[in-house]
């Protein structure tokens, strides 16, 4: 009888648990949170200003895809939504190509990732794999277009390997000492990566190499894997303590060759923007 | 039948536990994997969703906003194009000592091995130099064919040399840029070598180093005003 009671209380008490949990962790930021938060576009006829002079757009200057007649609603509707990530994309283009720094482009729909410096294509690679959020895929379509409709700009950024390393070296005294100090250059090894990048409005980008990492790389990637987990944990904690828990951060995980991996990253500036195509 | 009722108590007693244990660890779950739970919660919310973005929207609004929408992805179109270069130019990969040369519809006409900046901050006393290539994009100012180099302090200070007057003859040096050479700007500049196994390599002090043959074909392709773009 005891065992009974003693049962039914601690079954209730973990069910009251984890419903608090399933509602706080969960549902609530799920179900009540937009994890897309809409980007500020910047005016357009500004972005004009800078780029060229001639820049009335012609009222009668339609272009091919959009005097073609329109069946049915819903293949308007669809036309619609692809010519507004077209010209969301065109828009970020022209935003960062009026920039001198390079900034990444990532195709998802190709399958590429693109490095770019005014609008030129400096290095392009395969994606040999992409994991997209749910909360990216599954969203509705307005918020993502409004989630995509600018450039995303780095907050932070996590690495095995560094940005710019520099060999320090003291300048010899003579020539002797100078001769002595004469090494025959090698090929650097290049080391494992794992980029991850926290973006504005919420996105989490990371860049992992194709490659099996050796014992050192794998201890530095899941040290940064670690960390990331951690801050999730103590995320959720804080949650259960607060009853409030932030939007879900979206995530795209990319997995491109090593080399690829290296370049993109040692190539971006300190704080790149990024560009998704999708 | 009743003994073997009596028997199976305990074993469903014990069994019967499982639910609290299950449902202390599937809280657990929840806050360790709290991301995969979200994210998989996301497919449930899509099953109640099918909220159309142009919901209410009138076919005609539709048809209007598809032609405003057409009219700024041509205008912006424009715009890209005229920010294209409008000679043919060079892109150079430091990470990878590599370049291609590109014609103005951006098709790679010839790619090689090259030698950027080392990468390597030089201390002497109080000075600090580095040498790297810099990254961005850069316009070909002048070219020279068999151009002398005038050696800056850090060349006599990297051989632990007296530094010479500025006008020295000593600074001069009529090898070491190979035939031809192109300067980008801040004393960097595109130009020959004499160490031609190190092509591949960083070993410069910032300048780009290129094979003779493929030193020739850019010279000749390049001209004033082209663009380089290092990364």
Redesign the interface.
Known sequence: MK?KIA?WI??LL??A??IF??IT???R???TKNPLPKATVRN?SEE?KK??KDEI???G???A???ET?S??KD??N???E??R??NL??S??IL??E???YLVLDLINNLAI?E???????ECHIIHATI???IK?????AL?GWMAEPFVLRNVEATIPK???????????????NKMVTE????KLGDVLVVMEFERNLRLIISQNEQPDADGLKLISDIRRKYNKN??S???QA?TKFN?EP??P?IEIVIPK?DA??LY??L?LSPRLILKM | MEIEEKKSRPFLSILIWIIPVFLFCLSVMMILYTPVFQDSAFKVKFLFAGKSLFEGKSPEAIENMVLRSGRTISSIETKLEKLKPVKPYIVVNTTENRFSLRNVDGDTVRTGVCSTGKNELLIAGNKRIIFKTPKGIFTVRNKQQNRPWVKPDWAFIEDGLPIPSARSAERIDYSTLGDYAMEIGNGYMIHGTLYQRFLGLPVTHGCVRLGDKDLEVVYNTLSKGSKVYIY
């Open positions: 065992n049962f601690i079954t973990l069910t648990c984890l949990v399933a962790t969960i549902i930021p799920v179900f357009y004009k780029v060229g757009i012609n009222p200057e339609d272009t895809t959009a005097t329109i049915n609603s308007s509707q036309k619609l939504l010519l507004k077209k010209e065109l828009r283009r022209l190509a009026t001198d720094s390079t490095l410096l005014k609008g030129i294509p400096l290095h959020s749910n909360s599954l969203y509705n379509k307005d277009l710019i390393s520099y060999v320090e070296k003291i300048a010899p005294k003579d020539t002797l000492e100078a250059p090698k090929e650097a999730e944990i995320r959720s904690i259960l828990r879900v951060k995530h080399s290296t370049i040692k190539s500036p």
